[in-house]
């Protein structure tokens, strides 16, 4: 293990005993530089709790953290924020390290259900789907990627009867958080200066400069800035980042409201039910789990769930709020008419099995050398630990258009990730191929193509998927994970999609750039199709279904929309129909996937949700 640190494994050294050298050396720094790396959150408030608050937010995560910091500016108004996790462990801080958290302690660890069209060759025949159980959330775990998705989505959520979700609606929100730092691409339409969110630019190396060449040789632009109008292209991907630190939502909302005397926050307070009134069909409380007990807290305003797409729907229906058909199965009372609670699911499809090798020869494929990596980042903030490797570079394009199908539909609905490791480093492979759940075979010839060269993986994604899933109650008990059915692939055109990316891959990696990298498609083991042609559509088919995965971005399960939809969950104010006293703010209300990383698009609906809260309660107090 201490070789593989001293030949640049970082990945493997985070795993393993040297994280603890890391981690002793980042509280050291942190301690002599606390202005820059160190944060301090909120204390737990679970030993001197309120009978009663004015708000009670559920969920500390990218939208949970903005709504109760917010809300908690009213001085008058008494605010209690539940959160299922703790603080955030002090690895997170560094950007690079974001592999290393999932399936961490910091991670819900769920798993999809077996599916016959999807992820049947991963580990178990499931996807994994980390979600982060932290003050935080999943933007602790996240790869920290800005990308705000289209005009078009947010003009599509008001086209629908969303009022006040169009995007000239939206961008104010996402200006609002903001605190852009690089001055190469500011400028005061599109990005905010002085928010609380700060995003910077990731550092870049040498590989994806290559494929930014490449990119540009298949005639495609080079983005300056994929949150400005320009949306089909690549681009490097900048990041909520703090002086080369993580800027979590926790960090930039939490940490920035410790000493706020009406802000409580109680840490591993695993909330089980919302507490209804039957009768009259408002919301009086929250119930939930701490220290092996059960606790009632009363509300007299309004609860805010921002649980996420897994969380939110499961405490709504634990709750009695979901299709009567289902509660009735558990035994569950509905509080009222039947809601269509979990359904509406939507994700990111990826697929990570097109890689090529690239000699091994250049150079700053990843970082060099550990122990000059981590002495740059620890006294300087810098360096590849400030990144987070060949995922700078990313891209969107339209399938339809590449192929020669259409010139009229310019739309994105595929982006494009990547992923690297350096030669030598089987256990950068090793790591690589747990993260995605790669079975044992697979993983095997990963870690054999990663010991003779350089290897990238360029990962198409579905960026508007068609195909539907749903999330349903396992049991009455809120400590077991819901039912994850993500109906992956259920619509034909998902995996048409997805087939032209793998394509656009070739053609890319072809380029004569990547040519003279001496850039060579590998293929991976993988049992089900060994007998079909290699790089056939059959073949691409049978590989998509084995391997393809998530690429973390659930949304759309408590779906927003007008009383005249019969799908939606909650209205344009995100108040459950139905009941009073109760809204939903996270990525669960979205009608539709935004077009790429939807982190961003949370702490906006985060901010979002508390203007009008603030609003409407001001105005009649």
């Known amino acids: 293990m201490e070789q593989a640190c001293a030949e640049g494994d970082f990945q493997s050294c985070a795993a393993g005993p040297t994280s603890l050298l890391l981690t002793s ?303 009735g199965e558990l035994g569950i009372k509905p509080v009222i008419q039947s809601l269509n609670v979990g359904e509406n699911l939507q994700d990111h499809f990826m697929f990570p099995g097109s890689l090529f090798k690239i000699k091994s020869s250049i150079r700053k494929f990843t970082n060099l050398s550990f122990p000059d990596s981590a002495y740059e980042y620890i006294t300087r903030r810098t360096g590849e630990l400030s990144g987070i490797g060949c995922a700078t570079f990313s891209g969107f394009i339209n399938s339809k258009s590449y192929l020669g199908k259409s010139t009229e539909n310019t739309s994105p609905d595929i982006q494009f990730h990547c992923l690297g490791i350096p030669a030598k480093h089987s256990r950068g492979a090793q790591k690589i191929a747990d993260l995605l759940g790669y079975p044992e075979k697979v993983t095997k010839s990963l870690q054999s193509f990663a010991q003779k060269s350089h290897v990238s993986l360029i990962i198409p994604t579905v960026s508007q998927p068609k195909s539907r899933g749903r999330i349903l109650l396992k049991s009455i008990y809120p400590e077991d994970a819901p039912v994850i059915n993500p109906g992956y692939l259920s619509h034909p055109d998902d995996m048409d999609t997805i087939i032209a990316g793998i394509q656009f891959t070739l053609d890319l990696m072809n380029t004569s750039t990547m040519r003279a990298l001496e850039s060579e498609q590998r293929k991976l083991d993988i049992e089900a199709c060994k007998d079909l042609e290699w790089k056939s559509r059959q073949y691409w088919e049978c590989a998509v279904r084995e391997i393809g995965t998530t690429v973390y971005h659930p949304v759309g399960t408590c779906k927003m929309g007008p009383a005249s939809d019969p799908d939606a969950v909650v209205d344009p104010h995100l108040k459950v129909h139905g009941i009073r006293g109760l809204r939903v703010a996270d990525a669960s209300i979205m009608p539709k996937i935004i077009t790429g990383n939807t982190n961003a698009a949370c702490i906006m609906i985060g901010e979002k949700a508390a203007d009008m809260i603030r609003t409407e309660w001001l105005i009649d107090e």
Request: net charge negative; proline share 4%; glycine share 10%.
């Open 25 to 327: 050396l980042l509280s050291t720094i942190m301690t002599s530089h606390r202005q820059l790396a160190s944060t301090e959150y909120p204390e737990d408030a679970s030993h001197r709790l309120l009978d009663e608050y004015d708000f009670i937010v559920i969920g500390a995560g990218s939208a949970g953290s903005v709504v109760a910091s917010r809300l908690s500016e009213v001085q008058q108004w008494k605010v209690l924020l539940l959160e299922a996790g703790g603080d955030p462990p002090i690895l997170s801080e560094v950007p690079y390290a974001f592999l290393q958290l999932v399936d961490s302690e910091i991670d819900w660890k769920y798993r999809t259900e077996h599916q016959e069209g999807a992820c049947r060759g991963l580990r178990g025949g499931v996807c994994k789907w980390p979600r982060g159980k932290v003050l935080g959330g999943s933007s602790i775990i996240n790869a920290m990627m800005y990308v705000r998705g289209t005009r078009e989505d947010y003009d599509n959520w008001a086209k629908a009867g969303n009022t006040g979700w169009g995007f000239d609606d939206v961008l104010p929100y996402f200006k609002k958080s903001e605190d852009m730092r690089s001055e190469e691409i500011f400028d005061d339409i599109h990005h905010g200066k002085g928010g609380l969110l700060t995003v910077e630019k990731f550092p870049e190396i040498d590989v994806t400069s290559n494929l930014f060449k490449a990119a540009e040789e298949m005639g495609y632009p080079i983005l300056k800035d994929i949150n400005g109008e320009e949306k089909l292209g690549f681009f490097p991907v900048y990041g909520t980042l703090k002086n080369g630190t993580r800027c979590s939502s926790a960090k930039a909302f939490l940490s920035t409201a410790t000493g706020r005397e009406n802000l409580h926050i109680a840490k591993h307070a695993q909330v089980s039910r919302i507490i209804i009134d039957p009768d009259n069909k408002s919301v009086k409380g929250v119930q939930f789990l701490h220290n092996k007990g059960i606790r009632t807290i009363k509300v007299k305003k309004e609860v805010i769930l921002s649980a996420g797409a897994i969380g939110s729907p499961q405490l709504l229906m634990l709750s009695g709020i979901g299709k009567e058909e289902h509660l």
